[in-house]
């Protein structure tokens, strides 16, 4: 989840308790104002009838007329039962169907005088009252009809207000948190096209002192720090490989002439031919890390060219035989179901030849039978190069580790190298898409898979 989905929707919960919160509290205090106000009218009504039985000369006649004409019955549903000193009904607002009353109540208020039951339906308030000298027991029940349909509406709207805030104040978050990091955005947008080639590239920085601009600032400040140090070592790669090349080519030269026009011992030929060999896996991987300095994998396709895998494997096979002439070849290409370029990859040949160069030498130093088996495949969408050869295979606890820099397995003990081979060509590879792996499919069979995505 992005930042900015993060903090809307951290904003939007942390609104929703809140408001949920504050909308509980106003329906809870106006139910509690609800009640109040309903017993409040409770306790009028009965002093008015409290008040009118003290003022009457003629109780039984006159109620009928006195509740009919100051009757509220239509809001409040009310029920008025009237009982004498001997609990004995002498008045009720019930007409035309019987009345029932609790007999517990009634014995209930000669203690407590007054008592108001509100989880009771309908709710009742009911109290003793001594009229000249007799008491009448006064009971009045009754339904809020108009506070709990106000209730009910508050209550539907504050659920309304709730849901419609909540997505309110979510659509809100979103399009600010968006508008507030749209910069972190363009930050982003700017450090994503920083490249090794475009270190000395700095990121715009307003003029204000947020966050984002401090974090501008500091980028551009490492940016500088990393493009000096990189151009560092590039130039001494570079350097020291352009110097190391010119005293390898000139030892080379001389080996190959004091080999072919002296006589030697067999020891002191075969200790010559060595370090020829010797020199020319140095000159190899000098020309190597001197190309690979000219290039990365940003900068590397505008400088791609149609090339033929055939011609590379065929120019990389030349190259190593010179220096290990009993290395044979099989060469074999599978039906081609492509309708593609036959045989074509996009890539840099200089550096593709490296790859094979390394793989042929690999087959030669390594292979009992000094033999390469070579199978190409191509289909729609990749080309695929296999490198057989016979000989002592990769442990299996050493082959995940095996195109790692100076890594050599335990079949190459007693043979010479520098175990950056496999390391370098990886690199290659994934300059141009390609990937490569290690197979052991039989007893005594190294096998180098390379696979190009057209």
């Known amino acids: 989840m992005s930042l900015k989905r993060k903090i809307a929707l951290t904003l939007s919960i942390s609104f929703s308790l809140l408001f949920g919160i504050v909308l509980i509290i106003i329906y809870m205090s106006f139910n509690d104002f609800r009640r109040d106000e309903f017993k409040n009218r409770f306790i009028q009504r009965l002093e008015f009838t409290s008040d009118f039985i003290s003022k009457s000369k003629n109780f039984e006649q006159e109620a009928p007329v006195f509740f009919s004409e100051h009757s509220d019955n239509f809001?409040?549903?009310?029920?008025?039962?009237?009982?004498n000193g001997k609990k004995q009904l002498i008045y009720s607002t019930v007409k035309n169907r019987k009345v029932s009353w609790d007999n517990a109540l009634l014995k209930e208020l000669d203690q407590k005088k007054t008592i108001y039951s509100e989880k009771t339906i309908p709710e009742i308030y009911a109290a003793l009252k001594n009229i000249h000298g007799e008491n009448y027991y006064i009971l009045t029940s009754a339904f809020d009809t108009n506070g709990q349909s106000k209730l009910a509406y508050l209550k539907y709207l504050l659920i309304t207000a709730y849901i419609m805030s909540t997505l309110f104040i979510g659509f809100l978050s979103y399009y600010f948190m968006g508008?507030?990091?749209?910069?972190?955005?363009d930050l982003n947008n700017e450090i994503s096209e920083v490249t090794a080639h475009k270190l000395a590239t700095q990121i715009p920085v307003e003029q204000s002192n947020d966050e984002i601009s401090i974090l501008a600032q500091s980028f551009n400040t490492m940016i500088v720090r990393l493009n000096d140090v990189f151009q560092s070592q590039k130039d001494f790669t570079a350097s020291a490989s352009h110097e190391i090349r010119t005293p390898i080519t000139r030892m080379a030269f001389q080996l190959e002439n004091l080999i072919k026009l002296e006589q030697h011992s067999p020891k002191t030929l075969s200790a010559l031919q060595q370090m020829l060999k010797d020199v020319y896996q140095l000159s190899d991987l000098?020309?190597?890390l001197l190309l690979l300095t000219k290039f990365d994998k940003e900068n590397i396709q505008t400088i791609y060219e149609e090339v033929r895998i055939d011609e590379v494997v065929f120019e990389?096979?030349?190259?190593?035989?010179?220096?290990?002439?009993?290395?044979?070849?099989?060469?074999?290409i599978a039906e081609n179901e492509s309708d593609q370029d036959f045989l074509t990859i996009r890539g840099i040949h200089s550096l593709l030849t490296i790859v094979f160069?390394?793989?042929?030498k690999n087959a030669a130093v390594y292979s009992d039978h000094s033999e390469a088996k070579v199978l190409i495949t191509e289909s729609e969408t990749q080309l695929m190069?296999?490198?057989t050869s016979v000989g002592n295979t990769i442990l299996p606890e050493e082959r995940p580790k095996l195109f790692d820099a100076f890594m050599r397995g335990n079949n190459s003990q007693n043979i010479t190298g520098s175990g950056l081979g496999l390391r370098i060509a990886k690199r290659i590879l994934e300059y141009h898409n390609a990937a490569i792996s290690y197979q052991s499919p039989a007893e005594k069979k190294n096998r180098f898979?390379?696979?190009f995505n057209k």
């Open 75 to 83: 809001l409040l549903n009310e029920t008025i039962l009237i009982f």
């Open 179 to 185: 508008k507030f990091l749209r910069p972190l955005e």
């Open 286 to 288: 000098t020309n190597s």
């Open 316 to 332: 990389s096979f030349d190259r190593v035989q010179k220096n290990y002439p009993h290395l044979k070849m099989d060469f074999l």
């Open 357 to 360: 160069i390394n793989l042929f």
């Open 385 to 387: 190069v296999e490198v």
């Open 449 to 451: 898979v390379v696979v």
